[in-house]
């Protein structure tokens, strides 16, 4: 078995593009030797700012031999069949094909034997097909080329067991081909010769001697390991941001962590639009000190050495922070001169959306339904309301302007500056939240209403204007406004009837002249339940028990619905709830072959006195006792309760499948014994609906 090792040697790829090259590369190669017959062991790509890297392992020198056969007509079948399957199988006569007695007659077999192919022809002819395939999100001509490739290629190393493939790739043009080869360059200043390579495990220690890094995750793990040690030894932490360091890790091949300092003078302004834009225009670590708060000191990767230390490194970039800092204390300096209210109608030139009005008009749709999810819920209304009025303002600030990942964060700076309550401003901070399965939820009352009110606003919005998700697309992230305000309802337990706060919200657009279409509170409802699979699948709970509850009705209140579900997943876990499940459905199965054979239903009452077995007796008993004690618990929402009322009809109802003949000679008896089966199933029924349920 033989090694195969591919890299593509170019200008600076996008950090962001590189990962996922990386992983199309080494999917578009694995699934071309796939096709091609070739098996292998194990495949591993590899990116950095300038290079993507292929290994892959036990290929074998030449692909299979291959024998196919093809059925073809009866001997003696008319020429024009005999013609168009020796057309269909590339044969030029009938003396090329085999005579076969199948037992059924004798036909014709077209027989044809493929040689194997070297392995190295067949890597030759994948590479610059898969080159062209490689979904770049951008790609470039240079120079007179025709062809488009993410950045200007240099050079391509192609080794099949150490020796170089015949073959390259057409740049198009007057630009010369890109011929394979068996040489690469180290880092761009550090290292620049070229020098060649015979085998993937050369390869990765001569870059490494060339001051590259190959691996990415190694060097994420050396920027991280080495920017704690640079904090820790000024007694600070490293504020963690993984996002950053993925990024970092593609912009540098040899990283060098950095620290530097931060003027004092920029530490009044609020620690998230520092570290905002330390991050989104300097790519820099912030540090904590050991009260959690922002140090005035910056951590930079570099992505090369020098004599000093970096001690020149570090200046220019302390000098660059410098200007970046200055905007942005004059932007929070200016921001505080207006007070939130002030610019609150400014709301009215931004467009929320073309068919649902202004932000202005958004914030006074989550004002009204802040205050009614308030009531609902006992948090202060004139709080909610509010900060629902505020919670949009900071988005016409300067510094909300340069940094849009900080809205609703300024709100609150600005809300606590001009003596707003700590309640109101960190309602304003949370009412974004929570923005994915990882954010914090909010818990607070006041935040919780104003957050339930924006997300609701929004969904009711789309869908009254028939904007919904479909299939991949959700450009509104309706489905993760959904996923929030289930969050925030189940997080906090809130008893919180969603259908009337979908009318409520639905009325303040209609009220507002916008989304006058029919009531949008059914879709929602089957649009939440949908969602609502998706949370409990995480945790382990199958669809169909959240169809079979939600089929009942009443699935507004998320809190009982789920209190059902789970009292449910635990009472078909069981043994006495999985033979009850059985029964159903043998039940059920029962009662609809015989209700289309009669073409009548067999819903009525059970008529007690012609009950005639003692089975049939102990289950129509049974029956009414289970169902008079899970009444109460029902309504009470003791779900596990009512379900272990249930699992008493176990016994009852195998010895009724056991000993009695349900379609009995005597019709009257027969129909009674089809009731009871029927009442089997709306007893159940009654706690979930049991057909929905699988297995």
């Known amino acids: 078995m033989t090694e195969f090792l591919l890299e593509f040697f170019s200008e600076e790829i996008p950090a962001r593009m590189q990962a996922r090259a990386a992983d ?68 030029a006569s009938l003396d090329q094909c085999e005579q076969r007695d199948t037992g059924k007659g004798v036909f014709y077999f ?34 007179t080329g025709t062809v488009r490739w993410v950045r200007p290629l240099h050079s391509i190393i192609a080794l099949f067991g150490g020796t170089i493939l015949d073959g390259g790739f057409e740049i198009g043009g007057a630009q010369p081909r890109v011929v394979f080869g068996n040489s690469t360059r180290g880092h761009r200043f550090l290292a620049p010769d070229a020098f060649t390579v015979d085998s993937f495990a050369d390869y990765q220690a001569k870059l490494l001697a060339a001051k590259v890094v190959l691996d990415r995750d190694a060097r994420k793990a050396k920027i991280k390991a080495d920017a704690e040690a640079l904090a820790a030894r000024e007694g600070l932490t490293l504020s963690p941001d993984e996002a950053l360091l993925d990024e970092v890790a593609g912009l540098v091949e040899w990283p060098v962590a950095l620290i530097g300092s931060i003027d004092e003078s920029f530490m009044d302004v609020p620690s998230e639009v520092l570290i905002t834009s330390m991050r989104t225009h300097q790519k820099y670590f912030a540090a904590l000190d050991s009260a959690g708060k922002m140090a005035p000191r910056f951590i930079v990767v570099a992505n090369t050495e020098t004599v000093d230390g970096g001690k020149a490194i570090v200046a220019g970039n302390e000098r660059v922070l410098r200007a970046r800092l200055s905007d942005a204390k004059f932007f929070w300096d200016q921001d505080r001169k207006t007070k939130l209210e002030a610019r609150v109608p400014a709301l009215e030139k931004i467009t929320f959306h073309a068919k ?128 929030g305000v289930i969050r925030l309802v189940l997080e906090n337990g809130l008893r919180l009837p969603l259908s009337a706060v979908f009318t409520a919200a639905h009325g303040a657009y209609t009220v507002g002249g916008f989304a006058a279409s029919g009531s949008v509170s059914g879709d929602l409802i089957a649009f939440f339940a949908d969602r609502l699979k998706v949370v409990l699948r995480e945790q382990g709970v199958r669809h169909d028990l959240v169809d079979a509850v ?121 129909v009674n014994r089809l009731r009871l089966l029927t009442q089997i199933r709306a007893t159940l029924n009654a706690v979930a609906d049991f057909s929905k349920i699988e297995g």
């Open 24 to 91: 199309d590369l080494k999917r578009l190669v694995t699934d071309a030797l796939t096709a091609n017959g070739l098996s292998f062991t194990a495949a591993a790509a590899h990116s950095t700012p300038r290079r993507l890297a292929l290994v892959v392992d036990g290929l074998p020198e030449r692909t299979a031999d291959v024998r196919e056969e093809k059925k073809g007509p009866r001997v003696g079948s008319p020429e024009q069949a005999v013609v168009g399957f020796l057309k269909s199988a590339g044969l």
């Open 110 to 143: 077209a027989v044809t034997e493929k040689a194997g192919r070297a392995t190295a022809e067949v890597l030759a002819e994948i590479i610059p097909t898969v080159m062209a395939a490689l979904p770049w999100p951008k790609s470039m001509r240079w120079g």
């Open 356 to 483: 649902l009005g202004t932000v202005a008009e958004k914030v006074t749709r989550v004002q009204l339904l802040a205050a009614e999810i308030a009531r609902t819920i006992g948090a202060d209304v004139d709080a909610a309301s509010r900060a629902s009025l505020l919670c949009k303002a900071d988005l016409v600030t300067e510094v909300v302007g340069e940094f849009p990942e900080v809205q609703g964060i300024m709100g609150r700076y600005y809300a606590l500056g001009q003596g707003e309550s700590a309640e109101v401003a960190d309602a304003i901070a949370a009412h974004y939240k929570p923005v994915g399965p990882s954010d914090s939820c909010p818990t607070a009352p006041v935040s919780v209403a104003v957050a339930l009110a924006d997300k609701i606003d929004t969904l009711v919005g789309f869908f009254a204007i028939d904007d919904k998700p479909t299939g991949s697309k959700d450009p509104y992230a309706l489905r993760r406004a959904a996923l």
């Open 550 to 670: 939600f089929a009942l009705g009443g699935g507004d209140d998320l809190v009982r619905l789920l209190a059902r579900v789970k009292a449910l997943q635990a009472f078909v876990g069981s043994d006495e709830g999985a033979n009850l499940l059985a029964a159903y459905k043998r039940a059920s199965n029962i009662v609809r072959i015989e209700e289309k054979k009669d073409g009548a239903s067999f819903d009525q009452p059970v008529e007690a006195d012609r009950l005639d077995l003692a089975e049939e007796q102990a289950l129509f008993a049974a029956l009414n006792a289970a169902s008079a004690t899970a009444a109460p618990l029902l309504a009470a929402e003791d779900f596990t309760g009512a379900m272990a009322a249930l699992a008493n009809l176990r016994g009852p109802v195998d010895d009724f499948f056991t000993k009695v003949t349900v379609n009995a000679d005597d019709a009257g008896l027969r």
